[in-house]
């Protein structure tokens, strides 16, 4: 057998396994370096419109990102923070569009096993002490241990951003965003005036 020959056969087997057990593998050092011209190394947004994701678990991040490539999340237009592509149009729909479901599920894990970083910013105190009332009223039953819980698979909200926060509020009590079939977000924001909501979103921020 010549050498070309030897080459084929070698080819052609590995072809036929990649073929057997699904599809290639990803980069995911080459996945996390995209994302990380707007979540930050990690997944540890220093952006305020961005959420920091280091940290949150896989099924949650494994089932966001599923979402995203449905199109079953709003998919609102943002920019590259940083990077070539830096200031360019994108949303996380365009991000997540050529990935598989194998490769949502290797990028999930990455996240899933970084610190998550707290955001620094500022919190209003009188507004985070009025929020504790209202997260034991209307919170704790999905995002326990004051939003600190990864395995709640709700998202961690303890230490997130409040802009971001303050948009996927927005977006639940729309109806753009559905959090499950019976909509428990939208129902429970209408119970919330405007002065409890950045209550609440306050008491998330200055968890850490």
Not at 18 to 29: F, K, L, T
Not at 146 to 155: M, V, Y
Request: hydrophobic share 40%.
């Amino acid at each position: 057998m010549n050498r070309s020959a030897r080459i084929s056969l070698v080819l052609g087997t590995f072809l036929l396994f990649a073929g057997i057990s699904g599809s290639w593998a990803v980069d995911i050092d080459s996945v996390m370096a995209k994302c990380a011209d707007c979540h930050g190394k990690n997944g540890a947004s220093t952006d305020p419109d961005v959420p920091i994701i280091g940290g949150m678990s896989l099924a949650y991040i494994d089932a966001d990102l599923g979402a995203y490539k449905a199109k079953e999340r709003p998919c609102p237009q943002t920019e590259f923070k940083a990077g070539v592509k830096k200031g360019t149009k994108t949303t996380m729909c365009e991000a997540v569009k050529d990935l598989s479901a194998a490769d949502i599920k290797q990028v999930a894990d990455f996240l899933a096993k970084q610190k998550f970083t707290p955001a620094a910013q500022a919190v209003n105190a009188a507004l985070a002490t009025k929020g504790q009332a209202v997260y034991k009223q209307s919170c704790e039953k999905c995002h326990s241990e004051n939003g600190k819980a990864p395995d709640d698979d709700a998202g961690i909200l303890a230490g997130q951003w409040i802009p971001y926060m303050k948009a996927q509020l927005a977006e639940f009590k729309s109806g753009a965003r559905k959090g499950d079939a019976k909509n428990k977000m939208k129902k429970a924001l209408e119970e919330l005036d405007a002065v409890e909501t950045d209550a609440v979103l306050n008491y998330f921020a200055s968890q850490k």
